[in-house]
């Protein structure tokens, strides 16, 4: 079946230009121009993703997400934006943008992002359900109800936050490059900019850590990256009998 990808954009120009490429790849298209507008066209055209320009009249990019979220729905986002300011991807991504692409844009690798946002779709619904509980330490994360605890109290974090914390678990101890996490969480490279993962680890140890500048949990190691840890099994580990 032919996948359907909504463009919002006030721009006529870059929405057809976006239009014509990705109907020569073969994607069926719809085109509106305010962010009010994409709540209709999803109930009419039913999009399986959306591309979003940041900036817009009646209603920003920002909000767009921020409502699609609210409502439960995580249908893919790759946002638009001709701001260069670093804080306006995390802000984008905290939001529960799925990738980020700066104006001007080649049209081919806009392409990619969107083949490589389908292949992912693809991985979760392939998967069985997930129905265990990973524990470190204190902290469970439950990827059936997408979810993360501290002492059994849920903690709010951000879809990226969610998706970092738990590929970190999968492999606890392992010491995780920037690049590697980029890869493996974002799913593409970000031109050599790692900062956007020292950012979401700084507000993961926020939520999670007693003192964040003291971590037990997310350990930074200098020069190579990042592992998550569990600090009572360190603990008990180098405690010892006489």
């Keep these: 079946m032919t996948k359907k990808i909504l463009i919002v954009d006030d721009e006529p120009s870059i929405s057809m230009l976006v239009e014509f490429n990705l109907k020569r790849a073969g994607y069926e298209v719809s085109c509106v ?3 009010e507008a994409v709540f209709e066209a999803i109930s009419s055209f039913q999009p399986d993703l959306i591309v979003l320009d940041y900036m817009m009249p009646k209603m920003d990019g920002i909000e767009v997400i921020r409502r699609l979220r609210e409502q439960n729905n995580q249908i893919p986002v790759i946002m638009l934006t001709a701001l260069q300011d670093i804080s306006e991807r995390i802000v984008c991504f905290d939001y529960g ?3 980020f692409m700066t104006k001007p844009f080649s049209p081919q690798e806009l392409i990619a992002r969107i083949h490589a946002q ?7 619904v392939s ?9 470190i330490g204190k902290i469970a994360i439950l990827p059936a109800q997408h979810e993360v605890r501290l002492n059994n109290n849920l903690i709010e974090v951000t879809p990226k936050e969610y998706e970092l914390l738990l590929f970190l678990s999968r492999t606890p101890g392992k010491v995780m490059s920037r690049q590697e996490l ?4 974002w799913d593409y490279e970000f031109q050599g900019d790692t900062r956007i993962v020292d950012v979401h680890i700084s507000h993961l140890r926020d939520k999670i850590e007693k003192n964040p500048r003291d971590p037990e949990y997310i350990i930074t190691i200098r020069s190579v990256g990042y592992k998550l840890v569990d600090p009572f099994r360190l603990l008990s580990e180098h405690t010892f009998v006489g």
């Design 33 to 35: 121009f305010d962010g």
């Design 97 to 99: 943008a799925d990738d």
């Design 118 to 124: 389908f292949r992912r779709m693809e991985v979760r």
């Design 127 to 135: 998967s069985p359900p997930q129905d265990e509980i990973i524990r």
């Design 182 to 185: 980029l890869s493996q969480v």
